[in-house]
């Protein structure tokens, strides 16, 4: 390494910091010469091998040049999923120091004949994002599915293709950092859903996409078939290979129609024909001369058709199920790569993934004085749904999770309509907080929730897009949506799926490592017993290894502390569960105030801020009343020794009466009022 700047290479000048990004599998046959262009332009190759079987892994593994250094990273799945791959490790590249990241094919190779002529292209290029369009090469002597010479003539039709690749420098990286390379590596967006650059035109690339009969029906059979396979094909993807099949299998093709598909590679031709460039008076074209005597070398000898397809039939893939038609993403981990959902924000926006592991929280010793206060407060916030579930009368006790526990991420499985999980984005507004929520389902129900069709992921995504535009969704079943996530990466889970006791399970230990040292759990219908509900058996085996406690209405919703580190919180759910009267005028609060809040929500209209003035008045009148039987109710009277159990407890009864005027004041719509005469005073008397 030269310490002075970073670079393998010790006879390099210190200048840019060139990568090249690589998704590739079986190039056997001109991997060499691919590799020496790459030690002759580029300091360092990150390769995706998607698990190759005719010689190109080990000629990657083996290949010895002290300029270059090679990154190979393994990946199993089988469908090609390019735009994943080149997104995650051109970050990667970035983050290792690249200056500028080189989206290549193993059949692609720079125009140029030195380095300097390359770094003098970028000097000259005036933009962050350089276009390098395709020649398509035509050789004159085709080879086998095992050689190639690459240093014969080639013509060329004189025209550069419609189709280009994309370099990348790190200004424009850091300037976008959702920045995403599209399938192909053709264009790139400042961020998914915005508007496609191409860059400024810039050094070509001379592209080998028909070596040989063999590699070319190799290639395209293999192709179409991961093509058809996909769970996500987009529009218009795999047509090139198509109308490819169809005049492969049609019959013979000679070494003149051949040179034909050559030349039009990328575009969708229905008919083959004879080519002669020679006649055509098409120029000339050779691969820069350092490739010239790289067939590759003798220990690393392609292996035969028959031995590639035969160690294709014995390839074991990642057979991971998507939900139909959604987006992937890429995870490095160690020296392989891992297709996974992709978190997508409101806004449209891809989440780099994965989410990592958290810092160290900072753990209170206890809560703070003006905590009581501050949950009466917020439990009594309006509800902000546009569609109401099973968990309407628990929202209350979303907000006050919210209050105490203050979580950098908050993960909700299995979210249907967004009912609770709107909730918790709410409150993060309210409160101010820096939370990243996180909503995950494959939403497609299941035989509690109910099965539904795409109107329910399509309102949901509408109005996370409309009202909470930085927080995320994933498009997944459970346990794949897992893989998004480092272990230690979530404060508050929320397991609301299929509910079996086998299915909550599952889901509970799957996801546990992913729960910080201050992490909490909380399951939604622990007192379901019908209909094959099992939640209530695994709320009975956890709360016996956990601080626990339950809520009975709406369902029931148990909550345990899993974290590793002490917490006040964990006190609190074990004076919950360990005292009675606690346990009841807690129980009572929040299934009363769960009710005016719901009632108060219906009494607003359909949509939030579309109010009826004369029924809202209507139903506070009837607030009014309810809260006043509250007060004379058999509850509260029950609930009398727990109150004066409390009393003697240092500003016990002061935060209560507070409490209490706050909830009334929430609900009554007197809060705002109140809220300025209080500021007005402040400022008055300092």
């Not at 994309?166 to 508007?195: D, K, M, Q, W």
Request: a negative charge; hydrophobic letters at 40%; one cysteine or more.
């Amino acid at each position: 390494m030269d310490s002075a700047c970073g670079r393998v290479s010790t006879t390099r000048a210190c200048g840019l910091r060139l990568a090249a990004v690589v998704m590739m599998r079986n190039e056997g046959d001109i991997i060499r010469p691919f590799l020496s262009q790459c030690a002759e332009f580029f300091d360092e190759v990150y390769i995706a091998d998607v698990r190759a079987t005719d010689g190109t892994t080990e000629s990657l593994r083996s290949f010895s040049d002290t300029r270059l250094k090679v990154h190979v990273f393994e990946v199993s799945r089988q469908e090609r999923y390019q735009s994943a791959l080149t997104n995650q490790l051109s970050r990667k590249a970035f983050a290792q120091g690249a200056d500028w990241v080189f989206c290549l094919d193993g059949d692609e190779f720079l125009g140029a004949d030195s380095r300097d002529e390359v770094e003098q292209a970028l000097a000259d290029l005036g933009a962050d994002v350089m276009r390098m369009p395709w020649i398509n090469l035509v050789p004159t002597r085709f080879g086998t599915f095992t050689s190639f010479d690459t240093a014969q003539d080639f013509h060329w039709s004189g025209r550069t293709s419609v189709f280009s690749k994309v370099a990348i420098s790190s200004l424009f990286a850091a300037n976008n950092p959702n920045y995403y390379v599209e399938e192909g590596s053709h264009a790139i967006r400042p961020a998914f859903g915005e508007t496609a650059i191409q860059g400024q035109p810039g050094l070509p690339l001379l592209h080998l996409p028909v070596r040989s009969l063999e590699r070319l029906k190799y290639k395209i059979g293999l192709g179409l078939r991961l093509v058809r396979a996909k769970h996500n094909r987009f529009p218009g993807e795999g047509i090139h290979a198509d109308s490819l099949d169809d005049l492969l299998t049609k019959g013979a093709i000679a070494a003149l129609e051949l040179r034909f598909l050559a030349a039009t590679y990328g575009s969708q031709v229905k008919q083959t024909e004879a080519l002669e460039p020679e006649a055509l008076g098409w120029p000339v074209r050779r691969l820069p001369s350092f490739l010239h005597g790289m067939p590759g070398s003798a220990e690393n000898i392609p292996r035969s058709l028959s031995e590639t397809l035969l160690a294709d039939a014995a390839l074991s893939w990642d057979q991971t199920e998507f939900v139909s038609g959604s987006m992937v993403g890429a995870v490095i981990n160690g020296d392989r790569i891992h297709i996974v959902p992709q978190p997508v924000a409101g806004s449209g926006n891809f989440c780099v993934l994965p989410f990592q592991a958290l810092a160290p929280a900072i753990v209170p010793e206890r809560f703070a004085e003006d905590w009581l206060t501050d949950l009466v407060s917020a439990s009594c916030t309006p509800i902000r749904a546009w569609a109401f579930s099973a968990w309407a009368e628990l929202v209350p006790v979303m907000y006050s999770l919210f209050v105490l526990l203050r979580p950098r991420r908050f993960v909700e499985l299995g979210v249907h309509n967004g009912m609770s999980f709107f909730a918790a984005c709410q409150i993060v507004d309210r409160l101010g907080l820096a939370t990243e929520c996180v909503a995950v389902d494959s939403w497609v129900g299941d035989e509690h929730a109910g099965f539904h069709d795409t109107s329910v992921f399509d309102n949901f995504r509408a109005y996370l897009a409309e009202t909470y535009p930085s927080q995320y969704f994933i498009q997944a079943y459970f346990a794949v949506a897992s893989s998004c996530f480092d272990d230690g990466s979530i404060d508050l889970l929320h397991i609301d799926g299929l509910h079996t006791y086998e299915a909550v399970k599952q889901d509970f230990e799957t996801w546990l490592p992913k729960l910080s040292e201050v992490g909490v759990i909380f399951f939604h219908d622990t007192n379901e017993f019908g209909r094959g509900f099992g939640v209530w058996r695994l709320w009975e085996e956890l709360k016996q290894r956990y601080p626990a406690y339950e809520f009975a209405h709406q369902h029931g919703l148990g909550i345990i502390y899993v974290g590793r580190e002490p917490h006040p919180f964990a006190e609190l759910l074990r004076q919950l569960s360990g005292n009675r009267h606690y346990a009841t005028l807690t129980q009572a609060y929040f299934e009363r105030i769960g009710t005016l809040l719901v009632e108060q929500r219906s009494a607003s209209g359909p949509l939030v801020g579309n109010r009826h003035p004369d029924d809202l008045h209507q139903r506070l009148a009837d607030l009014q009343a309810r809260h006043d039987a509250v007060l004379n109710s058999t509850i509260w009277r029950i609930t009398a020794p727990a109150r004066a159990l409390l009393t003697p407890l240092p500003g016990f009864r002061r935060a209560l009466r507070r409490g209490l005027k706050l909830s009334w004041w929430m609900v009554t719509g007197q809060l705002p009022r109140r809220y300025r005469e209080w500021q007005s005073a402040r400022t008055k008397f300092g």
